[in-house]
């Protein structure tokens, strides 16, 4: 019996990776239900490697690549790409973004309003990544618990793992080297006036702002830079400064009823990776950070194949101790 302590995004991809693979696995989580505990909750989503290397190393894009497809097996994921675009003030942002990302094209302003009505005459150029994609994390993390439960996984809810565990998922509450913790903000928005279809990222030299569509008049918004070591609620200052982006992208944004406001603290490593590292005798994979539903595919088989190799190899020790 393989065992995970934590049932958010790591613990739960692993276990699924796990038990592809063959293995019974068990999963303890401390709260009373799954999402409950979870950074996750706050994320905006996205499967956007490409944008995402604009400040991050090569590797989230090979590691994430695929993850549109792993999650498309798994829960519901729009495939519409992500748009790009920048108030023509802060034009230089957009060919900057252009000049650090890849896999994008530019488009005018007569191709944004085909792809986006809502932004239309609003911006004169923008960036179209069209192989990116983007999930709804919360209804992702329900969806990815049934796969597990589905695979005959076994999820224990409220308890606490036991102090010896095949793998560590715990997030902030792991005892792991080289941690920190970069604070994540965003807003869910109602706004039926506005039909926005895709991930749309507004460059700023200060705030940039990314608005992922829900559904049913209803957005996620949240900025790459608001970040900070701070548990406090979302400050009036920060959400102002989102509330404002919004209103840039489409000035029917000001009516938008708030539905939440939150702010979690991620886990990262200094180079903004995932590892996975041995720690207090335990495997730990951790330090999701801002890229959890991008990476965590890549990284959970990676963990599965690892803790698997581990177990043959104990598994073979034993055997050729009892025979001799």
Known sequence: MITIAGAGL???????ELARRGAA???FEANPSIGAGSVSRFAGGMLAPWCERESADEAVVTLGAQAADWWGRITQV???????VAPTR????LTRFSRRTSAHRAVDQAEITTLEPALAGRFSHGLLYEQEA?????MALLDLAKAVKDLGVEIVLGTKAPAQVDLDCTGASASVTDLRFVRGEMAILSCPEVAINR????LHPRIPLYVVPRGEGVYMIGATMVESTSTRPPTLRSLSELFNAA????????????????AGLRPAFPDNLPRLVKNDGRLHFNGLYRHGFLLAPALAVQAAQLIL?????ANHRQSNTANH
């Open 199 to 202: 991930t749309v990222r507004l």
């Open 10 to 16: 790591a613990g739960l991809s692993s276990a699924l």
């Open 78 to 84: 729009s495939r519409l790409g992500t748009l790009v």
């Open 90 to 93: 802060d034009s230089a942002e």
């Open 134 to 138: 983007h999930l709804n994390p919360r």
């Open 247 to 262: 209103f840039t992208l489409n000035p029917a944004f000001a009516e938008a009823a708030v539905i939440e406001t939150g």
């Open 25 to 27: 696995v068990r999963v």
């Open 309 to 313: 190799s581990e177990t043959s190899h």
